[in-house]
């Protein structure tokens, strides 16, 4: 397979294409693609989905696979690992890291766990091994709402690390969390204002937003949720035109699914490249995707120690999902 490792070489995308699935083939490999890689990621993919349901393929379909290929960021290959401890979990780009995972470095949130020992925490996917082992449950967008709403209304719960989606499911339940200050740069951008301007020129569209967003940008919803949620409600709606406050990935299914409507992606309004992309899931590409499997590397790895902590709140959040 020597003869297929790029270096410099540009192949087309068909070629790489022909050469995944060779590879993919003859090394038993399964691969994984977040809805926010490029499109033509996400096409090779076995399986394409939200943080929660590539948690549960890795948890229950790839344990026939030899190697795992996790087309997302790091974090996303981290849980894989944890879930899949005997398999090869390899990444197209261990650069792709997560803005919101670095805003929860573990020894702060450590101490800010220590110093409200009378709460459970609950924290988001989206954080680093090491956090997800200092955690007594995790959630994803998709399922935070039900993990929340199985602890007693009084309970004392520490929400980590999205300050956004924190609040939001406070709102909604009228729990007081106590919030980690973390965000995501990427859904940090949108603001109220570029989604009541689209609104102005298309009055008829249906409003979807990630709950990564801030409030003001949630309560101009008309449906929050994770990307599956929204991706499943675009399909499903009457409605015909859709304007969309998340990472633009979202829009190839969107637009593969329900070709006769229309997505209109919300300009960021602090953007210095004027796109809703988030660059670390972008740096999954055909070619990458096609050395990894190649070379079998880059390899996650996770300690042991580190792996047996997060393993806990993975498997508590998979059965509180079901
Ligand atoms: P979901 O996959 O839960 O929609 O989360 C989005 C995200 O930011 C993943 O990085
Ligand atoms: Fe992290 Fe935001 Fe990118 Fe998701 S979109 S991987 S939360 S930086």
């Known amino acids: 397979m020597d003869n297929m490792c790029s270096k410099g070489a540009k192949e087309s995308p068909e070629e790489l294409k022909k050469q995944i699935l060779e590879l993919k083939k003859q090394k038993n490999a399964v691969i994984l693609a977040h809805y926010y890689v490029n499109g033509e990621v996400q096409d090779i993919a076995d399986y394409v989905g939200d943080s929660l349901a590539l948690a549960q393929k890795a948890a229950a379909e790839c344990q026939q696979a030899d190697i795992v290929v996790m087309c ?9 690992k944890v879930l899949c401890p005997d398999k090869k979990v390899l990444v197209p780009d261990t650069e792709a890291g997560c803005s919101l995972a670095d805003s929860c470095p573990a020894d702060a949130f450590k101490a800010f ?21 200092l955690s007594d449950v995790l959630v994803t967008s998709g399922n935070a709402r039900k993990v929340v709403d199985s602890f007693p209304a009084d309970a004392k719960l520490i929400f980590g690390p999205d300050r956004n989606l924190g609040s939001y499911i406070n709102a909604q339940t009228g729990r007081n969390m106590l919030l980690w200050d973390g965000a995501c740069h990427v859904h940090e951008r949108f603001s109220a204002e570029a989604i009541a301007k689209l609104k102005e020129e298309h009055p008829q569209a249906k409003v979807l937003v990630h709950p990564e967003c801030r409030r003001p940008v949630a309560l101009m919803a008309d449906k929050v949720g994770s990307t599956a949620v929204l991706l499943k409600y675009a399909i499903e709606s009457d409605a015909q035109e859709f304007i969309v406050a998340t990472e633009a990935g979202i829009l190839h299914q969107m637009r593969k699914s329900a070709p006769h409507k229309t997505f209109i992606p919300v300009p960021p309004t602090d953007s210095t490249c004027g796109c809703n992309d988030c660059s670390y899931m972008k740096l999954n590409t055909l070619a990458k995707l096609r050395d990894c499997l190649v070379n079998e590397r880059p390899e996650v790895t996770v300690s042991a120690e580190a792996a047996a902590a997060a393993l806990k709140p993975i498997n508590r959040m998979l059965e509180l999902s079901k």
């Open 113 to 133: 766990v220590e110093a409200h020992p009378d709460h459970t925490v609950i924290s988001y996917v989206n954080t680093t091994v090491e956090v997800k082992g």
């Open 72 to 80: 997302g960021v790091n974090f996303m290959g981290e849980t894989v």
